[in-house]
């Protein structure tokens, strides 16, 4: 079964894991002050594109689900919007976060399926606050979104994006298999989408 990671985190610098079976927070410690609303194209890569945006209006249904991380407990700590991030209005850095289904950094290649860039926070005593956050997707992968027939070629887009969003609220990967922020998924596999109690504790440790 083909099977590829989910997604470098870029600027992350090396993830220290703790040697226990246990969820790994980005270092250093960072976390958002507010919910970050996070604005979602539909262009880019075809196969999410292919039936009227479908695609992100389920990925946006996913990311934001109490199936996620807004019911791990804290209330809601994602939020998110339809909206246009073509060309320039994509920028790094820039305090409004995006996921975008093409890659205009060229960052996310090979087994990558997605990536999240965490490298934006500002130093502060206890818990950095994350200014920023952006996902770009890798364009030469196929996905499945809900109402497709997925092959043994495909990746299923929520699940993948559940986990992307993880890293935008300061997680790193888990060891834990099953866990959204476990580092690989197989095609067709969606559990992602589902938090784990692994992932649950490590949004309340964080908010
Ligand atoms: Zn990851």
Redesign the pocket.
Known sequence: MKKST????IMLGALVASGVSAFVLLSPRRAWDSPPNIRIDNRGNPTVVNVSGRGRTQVLNAITSNAAWNGSGEGTVVRAFLGDVRGSRFRLGDNLPMLNFRDPINACNGSCLAAAFTGFFTPRSGTDRIDDSDIVTNPAVNYAVPGDACNGNEFRLEGVMV??VG?VLGLG?TNVGGAT?F?SVSACNNGPATTAGDDEAAIRNLY
């Open positions: 989910i997604l470098a985190t986990h992307e890293h990967h922020m580092p």
